[in-house]
């Protein structure tokens, strides 16, 4: 069975920080490029972070650069996130996906092939 899994959410004070991962399971992660979305209830899914397959390409949206680092380790099979600096508004559930290019820009919703089920990311004092 082809999964993705997410790990490391949690409450964290405004600019803490934490790494969160996104494993695989029943297929090779290096077969993919990863990105990472986030949602808040009421509002879309918005990708933030991908990363190519091989790790030398990376694209990261305006709101999160510079605070936001993807990086992944193919050998085990992982993609991290990791979250410094943060801030109340990026408290969200955090997704990762499995799509097929990192290039130009973060990919979409309907570029994304696989999916995890989420990890929730809260930030408050």
């Known amino acids: 069975q082809l999964q993705l899994v997410e790990s490391g959410g949690g409450l964290v004070q405004p600019g803490g920080s934490l790494r969160l991962s996104c494993a695989a399971s029943g297929f090779n992660l290096s077969s993919y490029a990863i990105a990472w979305f986030r949602q808040v209830p009421g509002k879309e899914r918005e990708g933030i972070s991908c990363?190519?397959?091989?790790?030398?390409?990376?694209k990261t949206t305006d709101l999160v650069r510079g605070r936001f680092t993807i990086s992944r380790d193919n050998p085990k099979n992982t993609v991290y996130l990791q979250l410094n600096s943060l801030k109340p508004e990026d408290t969200a559930t955090y997704f990762c996906?499995?799509?097929?290019?990192?290039?130009?820009?973060?990919?979409?919703?309907?570029?994304?092939?696989?999916w995890g089920k989420g990890t929730l990311v809260t930030v408050s004092s």
């Open positions: 990363i190519s397959r091989g790790g030398t390409n990376t």
């Open positions: 996906a499995a799509h097929y290019y990192c290039s130009g820009s973060v990919p979409g919703i309907d570029d994304v092939k696989y």
